[in-house]
């Protein structure tokens, strides 16, 4: 009974895997460049994975991966394996440009797109380019999704029927492409591999944390001193408003409480529990010392 359980949990997940769509890499900005903050790229991406979903792949980023290991060796794998890459040459990103370069010396199917703000590069325009709008007004959007979404269609069926498909490559003579190696290795080799792959990137995200760590404290000490400028100033103007707010009355300091934390909002300061009771104390101590010195 266990057998047959088990054989046929192994068939259903064969055809699970069977069922599950292709993957088509993506190659993108997805940082601030050419004017542009990493939400315009977040929607950018979006764009295209729906138009790479609607041609019936699935859309990941080359960088992007399952499995933990060393980010460039991941890329590598992604655009040698990806059967389709989208490659979005906007704002030219350097990162963008070389992967692309990558993919081409792999001749194998690329797709290459591009905002009506970025030019195009002599290197790769014998390559033909789709194109979108950078301000991504909505009707272009729906255009150009259907655009890529055929493209990518068609780029697979052609790629897939003629063996001698190449992308780039056969407009400059013939050449042997390039090809990444594999080789079998015991489960125990794959496992150190992939320690220490794990330890060089722990290496260097502490590396890169502890560059970043000093920049961070002056950035919060800066932060902390403005909020307490403005949270001196908003107690200095809740004293010359408030004089008859007898803070020792429960009722009255419920209002003084309420008051602070509307005016720290309204300076876009976190008006936690903590700030709110210094705040109280200091206008504790103000307001009396304006007091004395009016009698």
Not at 95 to 100: Q, S
Not at 145 to 171: C, G, M, W
Request: glycine content about 4%; proline content about 3%.
């Amino acid at each position: 009974m266990q057998k047959n359980e088990k054989s046929t949990s192994e068939k259903q997940r064969r055809e699970g895997q069977a069922q599950r769509p292709e993957t088509c890499g993506i190659v993108m900005p997805i940082s601030a460049i050419d004017g542009c903050d990493a939400a315009h790229w977040a929607n950018v991406l979006e764009i295209l994975g729906e138009a790479v979903r609607s041609a019936g792949f699935e859309p990941q980023l080359v960088s992007s991966s399952a499995d933990i290991g060393v980010i460039q060796t991941r890329i590598v794998q992604n655009l040698y394996e990806n059967p389709i890459i989208v490659c979005d040459v906007s704002g030219k990103n350097p990162n963008v440009m070389f992967e692309l370069g990558l993919r081409l010396a792999f001749d194998k199917p690329v797709i290459i797109v591009k905002d009506d703000a970025t030019s195009y590069s002599f290197d790769t325009s014998p390559i033909e380019h789709l194109e979108y709008r950078r301000d991504l007004r909505y009707q272009n959007v729906i255009e150009f999704k259907q655009a890529l979404a055929d493209k990518i269609r068609a780029t697979v069926e052609k790629s897939s029927a003629d063996k001698n498909y190449s992308p780039f490559l056969k407009h400059f003579g013939r050449f042997t492409v390039a090809s990444l190696d594999t080789k079998e290795v015991s489960s125990n080799e794959y496992l150190i591999n992939k320690l220490g792959e794990v330890q060089d990137e722990l290496r260097e995200l502490n590396l890169r944390l502890n560059r970043a760590e000093p920049r961070l404290s002056q950035r919060a000490q800066a932060e902390s001193a403005r909020e307490n400028i403005l949270t001196e100033a908003i107690i200095a103007q809740l004293i010359d408003q408030s004089t008859d707010i007898d803070i020792e009355d429960k009722n009255e300091r419920v209002v003084l409480w309420g008051r602070i934390r509307n005016a720290l909002e309204e300076k876009g300061i976190a008006p936690n529990d903590a700030r709110i009771s210094m705040a109280m104390n200091k206008y504790r101590n103000l307001r009396n010392s304006h007091q004395q010195g009016k009698a």
